[in-house]
């Protein structure tokens, strides 16, 4: 039907030029990224050897006639783009005209393809980009192609590939990211003839993601609250305070159901993590931005997947702000559940309350039971301790029906922080742990990491309103220091003011201090200083002053405070753990470490060999 043209000269000048076919997982994106503009509502993809062997696609999208199918493997024709202007808003994943001829350039390529409605369909075959044969064939509608052999033909390309495992594993990701993406879709991975994972079609966001992840991981996220500013909609899970990895394989993130990546979105990430997040540690996020696709260019990487905002500022604080505010939302009173989101596509179908959702509520196994039923000894609230992702589905889990996956009984997420009575103190050691008692078996808690907490969110707070109680120094300290880092802090000296540092400008870049938070003793006070000095350069270019003031309180001032190995009283220990539960976030420190560990009598009883 000719939907397909090429590209004018200065369009196809104007496309980000670049290389797609980098390695089999970038073949498995272009192909997937076809079908799924081809409207599929089902793609099924099987490779062999990591996919350099083989790597094939079928979907039931709208197929191509003849004159299309050959087109299509034409350079910079495509039938997404047709002129300059559309370039600016672009929605579909595709556009560049580019990746089905350089797919055929560099591997033994088959397509066969028919229309809906068509009595018969097209195959042709291309090997290293030359044309074999164009016939008649009697596939079903929609598109299947093959591309085998990847690189056969460029030898020097091949040698970079890696080993068919992480191959693998990077086309894995590429399947698991656009089937996040696209819960509307069914979606089937088949390695070697074994599957990896088979997901139904679902309305629901959250079966979806369930479904890839896993339940355990899937029942410590937090849904965000829908909601819409300056144009943009956001909406998806984020993991709990605590929930992280040390890659960004979980770390998603979908503009317009596109997946993106950026230092800006991440960065946004961390600050609205902020200290829920270890140093190193990486958020596992399902975010979906939403907006009109005219305020973003999708068009500045070959592979799509950087794209530039042009009000970036505004989308940063927005993502932090939400995320910020979905990580606090734990904790009032009525906690963030699940609710059917529906998939983020047609906005037609949605549900109120879902099984899933149903039974969720109903539970009221608090956290730690949960902890010791589906784990030996976890953090509290698990930091880590998660298998990555590629061991998360084991193929049965997989395989199993859908009635089954539905009927799974879905494991509470932590409803309710314990109290203070749930426990029972049995004494320290190392000066360090603190050994408790609770149903489940043994509690440790880091007191220095549960000190930081609770002080972090004392300071925290104090700063807030009437700002932190002080002490005024014998001696003002007067510091002198370099004309930057003099503005810098002279900037700053409102904040330095509310974390209790009594800081003044006292001549050409020199600083005074006379008073400084009562905690801080005489002794310490210039290492104190200098570390509050050292840090602040560090964290500028903060977005607000509170921001800058909590970091500081993480970083310094609990360092400082922190009761490290002291000997406690009994009473004193009850009243740590006490101020503890009370924290906004109890089960990490400031830095995202977690402050109490859970070990379960049944990994005391596997310990012992009473169970196997
Ligand atoms: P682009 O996606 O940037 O347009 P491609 O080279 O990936 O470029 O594909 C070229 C054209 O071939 C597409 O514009 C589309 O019209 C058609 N096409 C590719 N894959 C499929 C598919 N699975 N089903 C239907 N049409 C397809
Ligand atoms: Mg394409």
Redesign the pocket.
């Known amino acids: 039907m000719g939907?397909?043209q090429l590209l004018s000269d200065t369009l196809a000048s104007q496309v980000a030029a670049g290389e797609v076919v980098e390695r089999p997982a970038s073949v498995v994106k272009?192909l997937i990224?076809?079908?799924i503009?081809?409207g599929a509502r089902n793609i099924e993809m099987r490779v062999r050897r990591g996919g350099i062997s083989s790597i094939q696609i079928a979907?039931d999208?709208?197929?191509?006639d003849k004159t299309?199918a050959l087109m299509?493997l034409e350079r910079h024709?495509?039938?997404?783009l047709r002129e300059s202007s559309d370039l600016e808003s672009i929605l579909t994943m595709?556009?560049?005209?580019?990746?089905?001829?350089s797919i055929a350039s560099v591997s033994k390529f088959r397509l066969t393809?028919r229309e809906t409605n068509a009595l018969e369909g097209t195959e042709i075959l291309i090997n290293g980009g030359k044309l074999i044969s164009v016939k008649e064939a009697g596939e079903a509608p929609g598109?299947q192609i093959e591309a085998r052999s990847l690189f056969y033909n460029m030898p020097a390309r091949r040698k970079f590939l890696r080993t068919e495992n992480t191959e693998f594993s990077h086309i894995e990701h590429q399947v698991r990211v656009h089937a996040i993406a696209h819960p509307r879709i069914r979606f089937l991975l088949v390695h070697n003839e074994r599957t990896t994972f088979h997901l139904p079609a679902t309305e629901s966001l959250f079966e979806r993601v369930r479904g890839l992840v896993g339940n355990e991981l899937a029942m410590r996220l937090l849904e965000i609250r829908k909601q819409e500013r300056n144009g943009i909609k956001i909406s998806g899970f984020i993991g709990q305070p605590g929930v992280s990895r040390s890659n960004r394989s979980l770390q998603m993130i979908f503009l317009n159901r596109r997946p993106v990546e950026g230092a800006m979105l991440q960065y946004a990430l961390r600050e609205g993590y902020h200290t829920a997040l270890m140093k190193g540690q990486q958020a596992v996020t399902f975010l979906f931005l939403e907006m009109d696709p005219r305020k973003v260019d999708v068009n500045v990487h070959p592979a799509k997947r950087e794209v530039r905002f042009h009000d970036g500022n505004t989308l940063k604080s927005m993502v932090a702000d939400v995320v910020a505010e979905t990580l606090e939302q734990r904790e009032s009173p009525s906690p963030n559940r699940v609710r059917e989101t529906p998939a983020p596509e047609e906005l037609s179908v949605s549900f109120e309350v879902s099984e899933v959702e149903d039974l969720r509520q109903e539970s009221l196994i608090p956290e730690l039971e949960q902890q010791a039923l589906r784990k030996d000894w976890s953090p509290l609230l698990a930091t880590d301790a998660l298998p990555e992702p590629a061991a998360v589905a084991p193929e049965e889990a997989i395989e199993q029906p859908d009635e089954e996956l539905i009927e799974a009984p879905p494991e509470p997420v932590a409803t309710q922080v314990p109290k203070a009575k749930d426990f029972r103190i049995l004494g320290v050691i190392g000066k360090l742990y603190v050994i408790m008692e609770n149903t489940q078996g043994l509690v440790l808690m880091d007191q220095h990491a549960a000190h930081e907490r609770i002080l972090f969110e004392q300071m925290r707070s104090r700063m807030e309103t009437e700002g932190v109680p002080t002490q005024s120094l014998l001696m003002p300290v007067t510091i002198e220091m370099t004309p930057k880092d003099f503005d810098l802090v002279r900037e700053h000296v409102g904040t330095l003011q509310k974390l209790g540092i009594g800081a003044e400008v006292f001549g050409a870049n020199t600083l005074k201090i006379d008073s400084l938070p009562t905690f801080v003793s005489e002794s310490d006070s210039n290492r104190f200083i200098n570390d509050v000095l050292e840090e602040l350069p560090k964290d500028t270019g903060r977005m607000s002053s509170v921001r800058l003031g909590e970091d500081m309180v993480a970083t310094t001032v609990c360092r400082h405070a922190v009761k490290a190995n002291d000997d406690l009283h009994p009473k004193e220990l009850e009243k740590l753990l006490e101020d503890l539960l009370d924290c906004e976030l109890p089960f990490c420190c400031p830095h995202g470490r977690p402050t109490l560990v859970q070990i379960s009598f049944k990994e005391l009883e596997k310990k012992f060999g009473r169970v196997v």
């Open positions: 939907k397909i272009e990224e076809n079908s503009d081809a979907d999208g709208c197929g191509m299309d299509s024709a495509t039938s997404k595709g556009f560049r005209g580019e990746a089905l001829p393809t598109t």
